[in-house]
């Protein structure tokens, strides 16, 4: 099945269940292929916010926020996962609904293994297999990193998880020195998002409703033009 072929059968089944369906556009020669997810949340400014990292000198870099995770950080403010630091994640770079089925976010990815800044905020349709099949994620791209390999996306979503930074969810909220649950996976019940930040919860929350609670699931991706709603909470267009 090609690309276009499954937009319009993609689109035929949200109208079906009466449901808003918005237009999916591939980018033509773009990025494909399998692919596998992990998830984080490590309110460190992202790779793809500092300057050097962004190849087209007239693209803006992702945005990152202060401490209350709402007013956007200049760009030349170091990450708060360092010493001194005063940028970090913005709270709305959470996952949120568009319909049942679809899902709009952001996510740390390589597509050559280890540290790959080439696709900054590039947007990518995530197509969820397994028990999740017919469920997609439509996510920017605005962090990578060394730990990634290949064709590997790192979902944010709230309490996925703090990593090898843990300083940063323990500067900008006063996170236990391991993070929400476990350094790696997080917490592991929709009961344990209570821990969070208020303003946290509902991503949080969204692993357990729209994913179900599914760990890490396989996904077959293409590369998409990135909507709207995703670049105005960026602020970074490929």
Known sequence: ????????????????????????????????????????????????????????????????????????????????????????TCNNNQPFLVNSTLSYGFAAASFTGGLDYSMCCACVLLSFEGQLKGKQFLVQVTNSGETLSVNQFDLDIPGGGVGIYPQGCMAQWNAPETGWGEPYGGVSSIEECDELPDVLQGGCRWRFEFMEGVSNPNVTFYQVKCPKELIDISGCQL
């Open 1 to 88: 099945m090609t690309a276009r072929t499954f937009l319009i059968l993609f689109a035929l089944l949200s109208t079906t269940r009466g449901e808003q369906s918005p237009d999916i556009i591939p980018v033509d020669g773009g990025v494909s292929g399998n692919g596998i997810t992990t998830r984080y949340w490590d309110c460190c400014k992202a790779s793809c916010s500092w300057v050097d990292n962004i190849d087209t000198p007239d693209q803006k870099p992702v945005n990152s926020c202060l401490k209350d995770g709402e007013t956007i950080a200049p760009i030349t403010d170091y990450s708060g996962c360092g010493e001194g630091g005063t940028a970090f």
